[in-house]
């Protein structure tokens, strides 16, 4: 028993060691791990006079994250939507969602696939890591395997990581995204961390 637990731990130790970044490519600023921080840097693909990104939280002053510049005059006094994109709970805060005014008229944006269509063709690394996430991928700054990009004419290219389990487990991901229509290609490039503790709050969000 003890000949096959030091085999499999040195299989592992192998394993993570050829899990390597290319040299090109750049690590991903730690401020960009919050989802928050990303949303001023997209670039609709239509015109919208006004948007805004918001959390279901019944306050209104609590409510938003982002809002690009309103005009005096308008006024938006809508309903609260009963989903939206990045759902992590059940409640008030736990999901956002985005309000934009097209020719005087509110569209709602709810739904991880509707903010890919709000963002349209890919303009920077922040609108690549949002539209990454939308798929289930997160930026994890502690390790360059799950943080790394280089960003090309036609094409970013991420590494990003996906968790699971208790004790964790964080896979890396190659990730590429074509700029002008969004679209995501990935690969599993393997375990990269695996964790000795099961904490409450990473087996709740692993259910």
């Not at 299989?11 to 899990?19: P, R």
């Not at 209104?60 to 609260?80: G, H, R, W």
């Not at 995501?184 to 393997?190: P, V, Y």
């Amino acid at each position: 028993m003890k000949i096959f637990f030091t085999v499999f731990l040195i299989l592992s130790n192998l394993s993570f060691a050829q899990i390597t970044v290319p040299d090109d490519y750049r690590k991903i600023p730690e401020i960009l791990d919050n989802t928050e921080l990303l949303y001023p840097f997209i670039v609709p693909d239509k015109d919208y006079g006004y948007w805004r990104v918001l959390t279901n939280d019944p306050d209104p002053e609590k409510a938003v994250i982002y809002e690009s510049q309103m005009p005096d005059f308008m006024t938006i006094n809508e309903p609260l939507p009963e989903k939206g994109f990045f759902q992590k709970c059940m409640g008030n805060r736990c999901f956002s969602y985005i309000l934009a005014c097209k020719k005087e008229r509110s569209v709602y944006f709810s739904s991880e696939k509707q903010l890919r269509d709000f963002i349209g063709t890919v303009d920077n690394l922040p609108e690549a890591i949002l539209i990454a996430q939308t798929y289930g991928f997160s930026v994890d700054t502690t390790n360059k395997l799950g943080s790394s990009y280089t960003i090309e004419d036609s094409f970013i290219e991420l590494y990003l990581s996906k968790s699971k389990g208790c004790p964790e487990i964080k896979e890396s991901y190659f990730i590429k995204i074509n700029r002008k229509n969004g679209r995501l290609e990935s690969k599993n490039k393997g375990v990269y961390f695996k964790g000795e503790n099961c904490s409450t709050s990473i087996q709740t969000a692993s259910k």
